[in-house]
């Protein structure tokens, strides 16, 4: 149906206005489309009937796609997001592209929030447009959400703070390194937290990674136990008993040196070796620090009253 002078008047408002918009999008393409503005009219400035003239509103909006699908700028975005484009372009149907760009920003988000950090309101709004514009999935949010999380994690320091999955992930990791000894720096805490916040790896993944990379080189003697995913603090249990209840001092931790010597011995070959815990036990009478414990002196009042029975004395 053609179109009557007041629908081309109100359709020529609203190309002039996708003009302008298409135009901020790419300047190329805007110019190459202003070169078509006369066939809006049905008249030429000198009053000539223009027989290029759009007929009909579907007319036009069907010559504004076939220039498009040729337009390099254009051919190299999907249809989907052809589409999204021309939809902010167009007065009439700016409403439905808000509306999408809000329920893309709501969903980019959600998902921010479940890996447990905020973006800024300037960051949302503009992550919302391009995920409306070109069609995110859940995956492609996440994917560009990584590098804010990642510069996140940076910028925390101590990765204290956080909420959702990296909150948990920072707990979990901060506790078991604590437990095991581990003192991870910096960035390789933070690439660890990520990785296990985007799930590259597991939790489990991570700690293997650890005791293979940490444990193992602190513990060489405990090599296969610690291969085999056994904690080293599980391993110590015996020796720490033995080391807090001889010399007195509770709560000895796994990145306190005696551990090492307590739990392994080096020989002549280089190689190490788990001690037995009685040769811990004769190990700690060795230090100085055990000769003013009150194990070394009920040790030696046990041996001089030994010694007093065997000669009749006591």
Do not use: C
């Not at 479940?114 to 503009?126: K, N």
């Amino acid at each position: 149906m053609s179109m009557t002078m007041e629908e081309r008047a109100e359709y020529k408002k609203d190309w002039e206005e996708r003009l302008k918009r298409l135009a901020a999008e790419n300047p190329e393409f805007g110019a190459k489309l202003n070169r078509y503005r006369i066939r809006l009219d049905k008249k030429y400035p000198n009053g000539k009937k223009n027989k290029n003239a759009f007929e009909s509103t579907e007319e036009a909006d069907d010559f504004l796609e076939e220039i498009m699908e040729t337009d390099p700028y254009w051919t190299g975005m999907g249809s989907d997001e052809r589409g999204r484009l021309l939809q902010q372009a167009d007065p009439t149907r700016e409403a439905d592209f808000d509306k999408g760009v809000n329920t893309a920003r709501d969903s980019v988000e959600r998902n921010a929030q479940v890996l447990g950090f905020t973006i800024s309101p300037e960051q949302l709004d503009a992550m919302g447009e391009q995920a409306y514009r070109e069609g995110w999935t859940e995956n492609d949010m996440r994917i560009h959400l990584r590098p804010l999380a990642d510069a996140a994690l940076a910028e925390s320091g101590d990765n204290s703070g956080f909420a959702g999955n990296l909150g948990a992930a920072a707990a979990q990791l901060s506790d078991w390194a604590a437990l095991n000894g581990i003192s991870l720096d910096q960035t390789s805490a933070d690439q660890y937290l990520s990785a296990v916040a985007f799930e590259d790896k597991t939790m489990d993944q991570v700690k293997q990674e650890l005791r293979n990379t940490y444990m193992i080189g602190a513990y060489p003697a405990w090599a296969d136990q610690i291969r085999a995913g056994i904690d080293i603090s599980t391993l110590a249990n015996p020796y720490r008993d033995v080391a807090q209840r001889m010399l007195g001092r509770p709560n000895i931790q796994m990145n306190d040196p005696i551990m090492q010597q307590l739990m392994q011995v080096q020989g002549a070959d280089g190689q190490f070796a788990a001690r037995p815990l009685w040769e811990a036990e004769k190990y700690i009478r060795g230090l100085d620090e055990w000769q003013y414990t009150d194990d070394a002196a009920e040790t030696y009042a046990s041996a001089t009253k030994a010694v007093g029975a065997m000669f009749g004395f006591g």
